[in-house]
């Protein structure tokens, strides 16, 4: 009896290691097919399938490999492929691509109808469903596998900005913007600063910026910056005044006059017709409090000795032709320059000055300054008051020590 069972223990344990081994052999076979199909290269695709024949990666790379000299083989392996893992988008794609070059339209529409809802996230699969409706005239859906692509891969954004700037250009598909303006997608305000930059037309940037729905917000300052930059570089100086005015909040308005935050209360925001600052080697610019001044801040300039063409302190001006007086406050500060800092008022794109301050050098207390001057009707649509560290020679351009200003102001004489 006990010689019996110990028969049958050993047919098990037999059993057993035949079943371990063959599970083993097939683990073995799998992992050398997954590793070559991994390497994807041709090569490497023969020799999956050569251990394994139904490896889906493999037969969709080796399919692929003969779609242009075999193509009814790589149908055939592709086929294959769908059927060894009917979840990737890849052969639905390729297949379709396919049946579409040999006349079959409509089912390759289908395959491709599969592949989106399996492969939505899919990168390489999103950019293959998106070229293939973009060559079906259907550039709707295209622009739906871009946008998810921009959101998910946003380092497509070099090869997609262009071709959404191209369907902005075109009035006949610029309707299929509309629902990314409706709601604009996270990606939104990089493209528009392409395509402001970009655009071969200004109109494009202006539907783009005046066609976005904010739902009751101010435009970001990255977003009407880009917008200004555009408008600036082709002189559309009306638009941009305008764009510029409908971005301002509650308290940047009560700061508005000829001259814009002349008393330099409200933060400086270096766009539109704001102060445009910044601080050169050898400079600093701030606005900060100090003795005298009417409100809480003044504008403060100083120097530390090197030589620097000062010309940092700059605002356009958007004023009608007419007769003007530039007035405003001053107060040098131990300033040690050849010729002193001055005020100074030019058309836009133009040298030629139409106001000039007196020189503010040495030591002072606060004094009041005004200058009358006119802008003429024509070729003077939009002007530059500008601080100016005086000079002709290069010495004259070594300061040291600092001035103060407050309440600049432009008033209409006539």
Not at 23 to 39: C, E, F
Not at 369 to 386: E, S, W, Y
Request: net charge neutral; glycine share 8%; aromatic share 10%.
């Amino acid at each position: 009896m006990s010689e019996g069972w110990n028969a049958i223990r050993v047919i098990r344990c037999a059993g057993l290691l035949l079943v371990a081994g063959i599970l083993a052999w097939r683990a073995l076979v799998t992992n050398l097919a997954d590793y070559y199909a991994s390497q994807e290269t041709p090569e490497a695709a023969v020799g999956a399938l050569r251990w394994r024949g139904d490896q889906p990666a493999a037969l969709y790379q080796r399919g692929m490999a003969l779609t242009a000299s075999e193509p009814a083989e790589a149908e055939r392996l592709l086929r294959a492929a769908a059927w060894a893992d009917p979840t990737d988008a890849l052969t639905y794609l390729a297949l379709a691509d396919q049946w579409a070059k040999a006349g079959r339209q409509t089912a390759a529409v289908g395959l491709v109808e599969i592949a989106d809802a399996l492969g939505p996230l899919r990168s390489p699969a999103l950019a293959r469903s998106a070229e293939f409706w973009l060559g079906r005239e259907r550039p709707d859906r295209a622009l739906a596998r871009w946008s998810m692509l921009l959101r998910t891969r946003p380092g497509t954004a070099a090869q997609l900005f262009p071709l959404l700037v191209q369907l902005a250009e075109n009035p006949a598909t610029q309707p299929l913007l509309q629902p990314l303006l409706a709601d604009p997608p996270e990606w939104w305000d990089r493209f528009f600063a392409h395509a402001a930059a970009k655009a071969t037309r200004p109109e494009t940037a202006v539907f783009l910026y005046q066609n976005r729905n904010r739902h009751g917000a101010l435009p970001v300052a990255d977003e009407q910056r880009a917008y200004l930059d555009r408008l600036w570089k082709e002189n559309r100086w009306l638009e941009a005044y305008l764009a510029w005015l409908n971005g301002l909040d509650e308290r940047q308005t009560r700061t508005l006059g000829n001259v814009y935050n002349g008393s330099f209360e409200t933060p400086i925001t270096n766009a539109g017709f704001d102060w445009r600052v910044s601080a050169p080697r050898g400079a600093t610019v701030e606005t900060i409090e100090t003795y005298g001044a009417r409100g809480d801040k003044a504008l403060h300039v100083s120097f530390n000795g090197e030589r620097v063409r000062f010309q940092h302190v700059l605002q356009y001006l958007f004023l009608d032709a007419g007769r003007y007086r530039l007035q405003g406050r001053g107060r040098p500060d131990g300033l040690k320059a050849e010729r002193g800092l001055r005020w100074r008022a030019r058309c836009a794109g133009a040298n030629t000055i139409l106001a000039e301050s007196e020189p503010f050098v040495g030591s002072d207390e606060w004094r009041s300054f005004a200058v009358d001057f006119a802008i003429p009707d024509q070729g003077c649509p939009a002007q530059l008051l500008r601080l100016e560290l005086d000079g002709r020679v290069e010495l004259d351009f070594e300061a040291q020590g600092g001035a103060w200003f407050d309440d600049l102001a432009i008033v209409r004489q006539d």
